[in-house]
């Protein structure tokens, strides 16, 4: 059994109950933890992990309570002395009433709110600087394309044989903050005329990014290599949807992106490109000095877990060869 964790919490009392499983390595080795985090309205949505619940006390008073099950324990504890390390409840009731009117807006505007997770809500808060109506109208647009481009919730291999093919996507294994890493060779992309099976594919990196990070993370680690870039290479409409797909549907996913081997066939495109990039987006694109490279990317990445190629011990791991581990084990 893996880890498990589950926080349920309690509006009014704002403490959060959880329940905590031994951990098991993971494909990589490493001991991983997997989490499902219930927020504010979550109680209504307790039949979910009902075998667990019959055994809370849903009183909302602060207390310790282990469980006598084996491989775990329940923990009961103030929201207050839970690290965030993103800063997402640091606005306490202010942020929760926050939370609140945006429910009710999602809801007037159709919207459903009960499969709404309050760290969504937070994160396209924040994408759209706090404005309800605007976070409102953002998140039903989401959730009508949810609904309708990604009907089973997610992908599988099945799904992407041409952008596999092309191997050009690797998974690190994590960066210093215990987060996996996004690595894009550009050499070995090109334009794909099923154009939906490249959008497809672009979820299915990013979801295997959130299955395989430690509970709680928000943001992510990507690195763009233009090593050998060519003309074949240059895809405007790919780069953008990509990005756009992080701006409209996975707000605050991105902590930095580094482009490196950036060559100078690339400057027309990025001319281009970064016109159609918002400029919180674009704050977060940094274009790493070759000299530097090692440097730079050994401050975020440690050297066991950095590629070979950019001055490292590790090898490089498809997406797809990395989920394959994963079901073999």
Request: proline share 4%; net charge positive.
């Amino acid at each position: 059994m893996g880890s498990f964790i589950i926080s349920v919490a309690f509006p009014k009392a704002c403490n959060f109950m959880k329940y905590e499983f031994f951990p098991v390595e993971d494909a990589f080795g490493r001991l991983q933890p997997a989490s499902v985090e219930l927020r504010s309205k979550s109680l209504q949505r307790q039949t979910r992990i009902s075998s667990l619940l019959s055994n809370v006390n849903t009183s909302g008073k602060r207390h310790k309570r282990f469980d006598k099950r084996p491989r775990g324990k329940w923990i009961c504890q103030s929201v207050n002395s839970l690290e965030d390390k993103d800063g997402l409840l640091q606005g306490g009731d202010a942020e929760s009433q926050l939370l609140e009117q945006l429910r009710q807006a999602v809801q007037q505007q159709g919207g459903d709110i009960e499969s709404a997770d309050d760290m969504e809500l937070l994160r396209f808060l924040r994408g759209k600087s706090m404005d309800v109506e605007k976070t409102a109208a953002a998140y039903v647009r989401h959730q009508k394309w949810k609904a309708e481009f990604i009907p089973n919730g997610g992908f599988t291999e099945a799904d992407l044989p041409t952008e596999l093919a092309a191997k050009k996507s690797y998974i690190i294994a994590q960066d210093k903050k215990g987060r996996p890493v996004s690595l894009t060779l550009g050499r070995n992309h090109v334009y794909n005329k099923d154009f939906t099976e490249f959008k497809r594919f672009a979820i299915y990196v990013f979801e295997q990014l959130v299955a395989r990070a430690p509970p709680g993370t928000q943001d992510f680690l990507y690195i763009i290599d233009l090593k050998a870039l060519g003309v074949k290479n240059l895809d405007s409409k790919s780069f953008v949807a990509g990005f756009d797909l992080l701006q409209n549907h996975y707000p605050g996913r991105i902590d930095k992106v580094y482009m490196v081997n950036v060559p100078l066939i690339f400057n027309g495109l990025w001319k281009v490109v970064s016109k159609l990039l918002d400029e919180n987006t674009k704050r977060k694109i940094i274009f790493v000095d070759n000299k530097k490279l090692t440097e730079t990317l050994l401050e975020e990445i440690d050297i066991d877990h950095l590629p070979k190629e950019y001055g490292g011990n590790a090898e490089l791991v498809l997406v797809q060869e990395l989920t394959a581990r994963q079901h073999e084990s």
